[in-house]
């Protein structure tokens, strides 16, 4: 499969291996230029790509990137991808780190809502609650009971289903946390949110999650 992955920090470059050792055609990009990834390439055979080439041919783009720098990706970051792409979004709002954003914080957007208005593309959320080093790690069999259940979260079902069959791939269970309106349900300081269990833990989880921003992420 083709995909493509913006940003490379903790999560993208974790990602970028374990995609790359499973076979998987991968473009990588960051805010710095690929100039910057040579390293990165070397060990994954990744290519490194500008941003606006990374989700070229696309059927996976994988957009991890800090919130406050979602609005600066290029217009078009989705042109040239393959028509029904699916668009991973692993991102979290941290108001010390991102700055207020009214809209999250006043309107009642979650997260990746927000994301989707500035893409112009539904996303799936996945892996924001996730240990990037797991992904390196903890990936086990179907069926080991040590296996780890990662929230999946999107209103698009083509879409959520293709990335359910990606991290089932790399070694993980999935629990379908709902619509993007619902995935409060795994943002940051709720009970699933770097939960490093199995399915019916992350089921509970989800469960017992409020609405209810927490103090400590608001501006």
Known sequence: MKIGIIGAGN??????????????????????????????????????????????????????VPLKAVPDLPSGLLDGAADDVAVIDTGNYYPQRDGRIDAVEDDGLTESRWTEGH???????????TYAQ????????AGDPGRLALPVAG??????AKVRALIE??????????????????????????????VEAVTKALAEASPERPAAFRA
């Not at 893409?119 to 609650?129: D, E, M, S, Y």
């Not at 797991?134 to 069999?141: E, K, Q, T």
């Open 169 to 198: 791939e790399l070694g993980f269970d999935t629990v379908d946390s709902g619509g993007i309106d619902d995935s409060w349900r795994q943002q940051p300081d709720t009970p699933v949110y770097g939960l490093q269990e199995g």
């Open 119 to 129: 893409l112009g593309h539904p996303v799936i959320k996945a892996f924001n609650g």
């Open 11 to 64: 999560i993208g470059g974790n990602l970028t291996r374990r995609l790359t050792a499973l076979g998987h055609d991968v473009s990588v990009a960051n805010s710095r230029g690929p100039e910057t990834l040579t390293a990165l390439a070397e060990e994954t055979g990744a290519t490194p790509v500008r941003v606006e080439e990374a989700a070229r041919g696309a059927e996976i783009v994988v957009v991890t």
């Open 134 to 141: 797991d992904i390196l790690d903890r990936h086990r069999p």
């Open 155 to 160: 209103d698009d079902g083509a879409a959520k």
